[in-house]
């Protein structure tokens, strides 16, 4: 079993910068694919960024890519998404995913079987 604890969000004006960060309970860490999704009012959970489970390889969306930079840290046990030139459309409540699947799988929500309880990212224009 593994827990999934983020944090890093708030309110920040458009162009500024965060740092999510994500912490997993749990020695299995270092082998699971971490992801970040979010979802922004009234829509559905979207695809920010995943990682592999040695941090060689990352993929993002479309939308936040040359922007956000996902890491992680296996001696920490944490995995962070660095994010810059914030704007509105950014905001959401950001949740940090953790799984094993293959790299097809990764933008799909349904393929993590661990979640965070999510922290809110808003960017005010």
């Known amino acids: 079993q593994v827990q999934l604890v983020e944090s890093g969000g708030e309110l920040v004006q458009a162009g500024g910068s965060l740092r999510l960060s994500c912490i997993a309970s749990?020695?299995?860490?270092?082998?699971?694919?971490m992801g970040w999704f979010r979802q922004p009012p009234g829509k559905e959970r979207e695809f920010v960024a995943a990682i592999t489970w040695s941090g060689d390889r990352t993929y993002y969306g479309d939308s936040v890519k040359g922007r956000f930079t996902i890491s992680r840290d296996n001696a920490k046990n944490t995995v962070y998404l660095q994010m810059i030139s914030l704007e509105p459309e950014d905001t959401a409540v950001y949740y940090c995913a953790g799984g094993r699947m293959s790299i097809p799988g990764m933008r799909l929500p349904s393929r993590y079987d661990y979640w965070g309880q999510g922290t809110q990212v808003t960017v005010s224009s």
């Open positions: 749990g020695r299995t860490f270092s082998t699971y694919v």
